[in-house]
C-alpha cells in the first residue's frame, strides 16, 4: 500500500487497534506469570532490564529494522518468505509454484551458488523447507485460536475480581459472547474494524504510561539505571537456575510482537513503524518501569499485575481501558490468520477457501468467512473445555519461545494440568530460518 504523509499516520492510528492489540496488553500478565520466589529491589532491576532489552532486539531490530523490509509484494509472514525463497530459488514442490519463478530465474542460472543449486536438486531439502513453512503457517493459526480465548477470558477475570458474585461459568459464558460478536465483525473489513478498535488501544498505550511515570516519581525515580547491561549479567550470575526459569515470564513482554511482521499486508512498513516508534515502544517502557518502580517498594505485590500501582482516583478508568483493550487484543492474530491462509491458498498448499477483499485499495486486506466461523467455534469450545483457571495457566506461564522464534508454544493436555516453566529459547525462529536463508541464497547467488 503505497501512501505519503498523511496517509502514513492514518494507517498508522488504524494499525494500533489490529497489530499491536497483544503487544500493547503485555504488562497485564507478565510479572504475575512469573515465580519469583524471594523478590527483591536486585531482580526487579535485572527483569525489567531483561524485558526492556528483549523488547528493543525483537521490537526494533528484529521486525521494524530487518523483518519488515523482507516482504513479497506488500505482504508479510512465514509464506510470504517462502514465496520470495520460490522466486529467488527453483524450489517449488508444485508446478505453479515453478512457473512464477522460472523467468525470474532464468537469467542468474549461470551464477547460482552451492547452496542454491544444492536446494533445487536435493528434494528432501526442499520438502524440509516446504516443511518448516507448514508448520509455521499451523502455529499462527495455533496461535489465532488460543490467543482470542486468553484474551478475553483475562478481560472477563478482570471483571471477576472485583465482583465476588460473578461465577466461573458466567464468566465462560461472556467470554463465548464476546468472541463470538468480535469474530462477527470480522466480515467488516480490516479498516472498519480498526477504527472501531484503535481508539481503545490507543486509550490503554496513552493511559498506562502517564500512570507509570506517576510510579516512577513516587516509588523508586532512578529505576532507569536498570537499562545498563550489567544488570541482566548480574540477575543471572545470582540467581542462577531460577533466573532462567524467570526468563519464561519476561518473554512475554514481546507477546504479539509476530504480528507486526505477519500483519503486513494490510497496512505498510511505514505505518507500522511508525505507531511502533512513536506510541507502542515508548509506552511499554515506561508502563515497565513504572510496574517495576512500585514492585521495588511493594515486592509481595508482583501476583496482582498492573492493577495494584494505578492510582485510587483513576483505578476504574483506567481498569475498563484495560478490560477492552484485554477484549480487542486478539485482533492482531485474528487478522494474521487470515493473511498466511490467503497466501498459503495462492501458492496451492492449503484447501481452497473463500478469500475476500475487504478494501478496494489494499489487496493485502482479507477476509475468510469459513476460516473465520471454524476460528469461532474453535475458540468458544477451548474456553468451555478448559475453562477460565487452566487454559490461563497454560497460556501465561508456559513461556512462549515463540516469541523469540516468531511463533506461540503447543500445549499439550499435561499442560493445561500442571504447568511448567520450560524454557525453550535455543530453538531456531521459523521466521529467521525462512528469513535468512531467502537472504543468503540471494547474496550467495550473486557471489
Not at 532490564?49 to 528493543?56: A, E, N, V
Not at 523482507?70 to 520470495?84: C, I, K, N, P, V
Not at 524450489?91 to 530465474?105: E, H, K, P, R
Not at 530460518?433 to 557471489?447: P, Y
Amino acid at each position: 500500500m503505497n501512501v505519503g504523509g498523511w496517509g502514513n499516520v492514518v494507517l498508522a492510528y488504524k494499525a494500533l487497534g489490529v497489530v499491536f492489540g497483544g503487544l500493547v496488553i503485555s504488562p497485564l500478565h507478565v510479572y504475575p506469570s512469573m515465580p519469583l520466589k524471594s523478590p527483591s529491589e536486585e531482580k526487579y532491576l535485572g527483569i525489567f532490564s531483561i524485558m526492556f532489552w528483549t523488547l528493543t532486539l525483537i521490537g526494533v531490530v528484529k521486525y521494524c529494522c530487518i523483518a519488515l523490509k523482507a516482504d513479497d509484494q506488500g505482504e508479510g509472514g512465514t509464506f510470504a518468505l517462502y514465496s520470495l525463497l520460490c522466486k529467488n530459488m527453483n524450489i517449488g514442490i508444485l508446478s505453479s509454484n515453478c512457473a512464477n519463478s522460472n523467468s525470474i530465474l532464468a537469467e542468474n542460472t549461470e551464477r547460482k551458488s552451492r547452496l542454491v543449486k544444492f536446494f533445487e536438486k536435493s528434494i528432501v531439502a526442499r520438502r524440509g523447507l516446504l516443511f518448516v513453512a507448514i508448520l509455521g503457517m499451523c502455529m499462527q493459526i495455533g496461535d489465532g485460536i488460543l490467543t482470542p480465548a486468553i484474551s478475553v477470558l483475562s478481560a472477563m477475570n478482570g471483571v471477576k475480581e472485583r465482583f465476588d458474585s460473578v461465577s466461573k461459568s458466567l464468566v465462560e459464558a461472556l467470554s463465548a459472547v464476546v468472541l463470538v460478536i468480535l469474530f462477527l465483525l470480522q466480515k467488516y473489513g480490516t479498516s472498519r474494524v480498526s477504527f472501531m478498535f484503535s481508539p481503545i488501544v490507543a486509550a490503554w498505550t496513552l493511559s498506562a504510561p502517564i500512570v507509570g511515570i506517576y510510579s516512577i516519581v513516587h516509588h523508586y525515580p532512578s529505576v532507569f539505571k536498570a537499562l545498563s547491561l550489567r544488570y541482566v549479567f548480574d540477575f543471572f550470575s545470582k540467581n542462577g537456575k531460577e533466573g532462567w526459569l524467570l526468563l519464561g515470564g519476561t518473554v512475554l513482554s514481546i507477546t504479539g510482537s509476530e504480528a507486526m511482521f505477519a500483519d503486513l499486508g494490510h497496512f505498510n512498513k511505514s505505518s507500522i513503524q511508525m505507531a511502533f516508534f512513536f506510541t507502542i515502544y515508548p509506552s511499554l517502557v515506561l508502563t515497565y518501569a513504572g510496574q517495576t518502580a512500585y514492585l521495588i517498594k511493594n515486592p509481595d505485590d508482583f501476583k496482582d499485575g498492573i492493577y495494584k500501582f494505578i492510582p485510587n482516583a483513576v483505578y476504574w478508568p483506567i481498569f475498563i481501558i484495560a478490560t477492552l483493550a484485554a477484549i480487542v487484543a486478539s485482533q492482531s492474530v485474528i487478522s494474521a490468520t487470515f493473511s498466511v491462509i490467503k497466501q498459503s491458498v495462492v501458492l496451492d498448499y492449503f484447501p481452497r477457501v473463500k478469500v475476500v477483499h475487504t478494501s478496494p485499495n489494499n489487496e493485502g486486506e482479507v477476509y475468510s468467512p469459513e476460516v473465520n466461523y471454524i476460528l469461532m467455534i474453535l475458540c468458544v469450545a477451548v474456553i468451555h473445555i478448559f475453562g477460565e483457571g487452566n487454559i490461563a495457566n497454560a497460556f501465561e506461564r508456559k513461556p512462549r519461545a515463540a516469541e523469540l522464534s516468531g511463533k506461540p508454544a503447543y500445549l499439550s493436555r499435561a499442560d493445561f494440568v500442571e504447568p511448567t516453566y520450560t524454557f525453550r529459547a535455543g530453538y531456531p525462529s521459523l521466521q529467521h530460518i525462512l528469513f535468512f536463508s531467502r537472504t543468503g541464497c540471494k547474496t550467495l547467488s550473486r557471489l
